[in-house]
Each structure stands twice: as structure tokens, then as C-alpha cells.
């Protein structure tokens, strides 16, 4: 694995940490690559005012933007994610000498590596780094046009999902994510949606199991309160290619399709894996005393599906189980969407805790 540092710090404190996570990478194993990078991680120093984004070759370099300010900011997420956005980064750190870095990730987690010592620091930053930049995203589509024609306009179960939709805006458990299209042009805007599957309107996703091998899920990008048309709306995942490390859709060939949500490996293994459960629900909300993901890996990628569905096998009861994703939700499982609703519903915090 190879790492670069981009972008110029503005202090001499700034230099040294950066400096220091540099070395902390190294002592980890990643090589440098040098000033005109193919890496696999990039450090892309920025500015709080019109930060420069890096510009990756290819998606599946993960860059973090990293920014300095003289206080810790009285909220993270409203300092940091604006600069993540424009940065075109896949994770934002702001650092404060003297007390520590923060981090904010796409999905609006947000949490902090504490520390006076510099190198000490920077080795923390980097142990927190490294998973989320080796982890491997899931998010490419194929589709099909091979939908059966009975299922074109969807059936009972793909309902559920419209039905359930609506119940989480009612619930106000479809937080939107910050107005990335106040902040990007149509350009930058294009290329975010391309490198992380990320359209706007409502995070969470929601599926139900059609049979043995197929599910329906929530497409990415759209307003999940108001799912209507199959293929657009909602999608039915028919395999996984692992090979070519692909979602494979059938669709109807009457419509233009949407991408699926990028949690579909995740839902894709949970079935696999247990074929109980009958319903997958994810949300950015928690619950008090559940088992939870110890690494915040991205939305997409294997590793957060591997986590999810390993701590999903030791629940008494993995088919009516609630998973913690630390800093980031819940995944529910459940016979039926109204069934897990039914369930988290009286316990179910709208805020998630940061740790």
C-alpha cells in the first residue's frame, strides 16, 4: 500500500503533525509515493476558505482532507463536513495543536483522536485511518433488463417498502444530509455521486426479502419517504458478483435505472447468511445496550457488511436482531419491515452518540 501528502500547512505545528502522521504510515507499512502519487491513501492538506480537492486517477484511492484550526470547533459536524464535501474527500480531520484531530465522515459521523504529544497523536490518527482507506467499497452496478414482466410494477412485498418509507419520514427517522448541492457545481456534484453512490435527499435504506436469492432495496439517492416506481425507487437485487465485485440488478427495460443503495452487500450477505430474516432496516438513529461495529468503515464497503453480519451471528436471535455501526446507526433484521418498525420504535434515539 502506498500513502502521499498533498497541499501546504499553514503553521509550523500543522507541519510537524503532518509530518508525524507521515511517519506513524510508515511505521504501519505503507510506502510513500512520492509528489506525483498513484496511492492508495492521500493526506490532501487543505484550507478552511476554498479548500483544493485531489483529484484521485482512480476511485479507489481514499483521500482525507485534513484542516487546522487554534480550538476545537463547538461542533464537528458543522465545521467539518462543508470541507469534506469540497474537498471531494472520502473522510475530513480538523487538528488542533495541543488537543487532538477530529474526524467527520460522508455519512455525518463524527469523533476524535485526544492528545498533546504529536507522535503519539499521529500514530492514533493512523490507526484509525488505515481500515477505512484498505477497506473495499461494493458499490458498482450491473443491470439486467431480465425483471419479470409480472414485476414490473412490483408486487406486495416491494409495497412494503413504499409503506415503510413513509413510516420512517413520519417517524423523522430519514435525516437528509447536508445541501451538497449549495456547495459543489454540477462537475464537483456529478463526481461525488460517482465515487461514492451519495444522491442527496434522506440517508437510511430499507429492503425486503422477494425469495430464496433476490431482495428489493431502496435505491440510492432518493427520497425514501416517497419510494414509487420500480427500477427508479426501488430495485431487486438479484446476485452479487464477487468476481467482478458487483451488485447485480434485474430491472424492468420500460425505465431508466437508479443505483442501488450502497449498503446492498450488506443486506446481500445478511440474507445469504440467515435465511430468517425476511426485512432489513437501516437508519442514522440508535438504541441503548446493542452490540455495535468497533471500526466505522464506509457505507459499501465488504468490511462494514463482514462486521455487521458477524456480531448479526452471535445475537440469540440474528433474525430479530438490532446492530449497532458505531458513529453512524442501526441495521435492523425482522420478519417484515413493520414488524422491526413495530419493535424499535418505543426505544429507537433519534441522536447518535459520538465515541
Known sequence: MKFAVTGET?????????????????????????????????????GESGPKPFRRRARGTFVAAIHELPEVPADILKTNYPLLVRALANIVLVFVPGHGAWFTTMERGHYGVEGRDTARLAGGVADRLIPLATSKLVIDNEFREDLEPELWDGDEISEELKQAGARLGDLDLLPAPFPIEELLDERDLRHVKRLYGIGGLSYGNLSAREDEHRFWMSASGVDKSNLQTIGRDILLVSDYDAAGNTIVLSVPPVIEPRRVSVDAIEHWM?????????????????????????????????????????????????????????????????????????????????QIPMT
Not at 285 to 295: E, H, N, S
Not at 296 to 324: F, R
Not at 325 to 342: K, M, Q, V
Open 10 to 46: 499553514s503553521s509550523e505545528s500543522f507541519q510537524v503533525f503532518v509530518a508525524a502522521l507521515g511517519d506513524a504510515l510508515a511505521a504501519r507499512g505503507f510506502d510513500r509515493a512520492g509528489a506525483d502519487p498513484a496511492a492508495d491513501l492521500v493526506v490532501n492538506v487543505i
Open 270 to 350: 445478511i440474507y445469504r447468511q440467515h435465511p430468517g430474516v425476511g426485512a432489513i432496516l437501516h437508519v442514522h438513529a440508535w438504541m441503548q445496550g446493542i452490540a455495535a461495529t468497533d471500526v466505522n468503515y464506509p457505507c459499501g464497503t465488504e468490511e462494514l457488511a463482514l462486521s455487521v453480519s458477524e456480531l448479526l451471528a452471535q445475537e440469540p436471535d440474528p433474525d430479530h436482531a438490532v446492530i449497532g455501526l458505531r458513529n453512524h446507526g442501526i441495521t435492523a433484521t425482522g420478519e417484515s419491515l413493520n414488524e422491526i418498525l413495530d419493535r424499535i420504535e418505543p426505544r429507537v434515539l433519534r
